[in-house]
């Protein structure tokens, strides 16, 4: 597991920006307990999730929806799960 860069982590965070303050916040956490933790795997998996809807993302974390395709891989079910349980 190859530790990320710091423009690589600069980067991560800045995707996980979102439109809603909710999903800012719970990405945030998220990150700031385990971006050193990330493989490259993980971070391919999170900048895909990065790309759903703001609402859709938010239901998908507090556990209301469930990930729909091209979103639901076994990768991008880990880190949701991991997210969620924070």
């Not at 597991?1 to 965070?13: F, V």
């Given at each position: 597991?190859?530790?990320?860069?710091?423009?690589?982590?600069?980067?991560?965070?800045w995707r996980a920006r979102r439109g809603m303050l909710e999903n800012d916040l719970i990405l945030t956490r998220f990150l700031d307990r385990y971006e050193h933790e990330l493989t490259d795997v993980d971070v391919v998996a999170l900048n895909k999730l990065f790309e759903m809807d703001d609402n859709d993302l938010l239901q998908v974390l507090l556990g209301t929806q469930e990930l729909q395709e091209p979103y639901n891989s076994p990768e991008i079910q880990r880190l949701v799960a991991l997210i969620s349980a924070l």
């Open positions: 597991m190859a530790e990320l860069t710091s423009l690589q982590r600069a980067r991560l965070r």
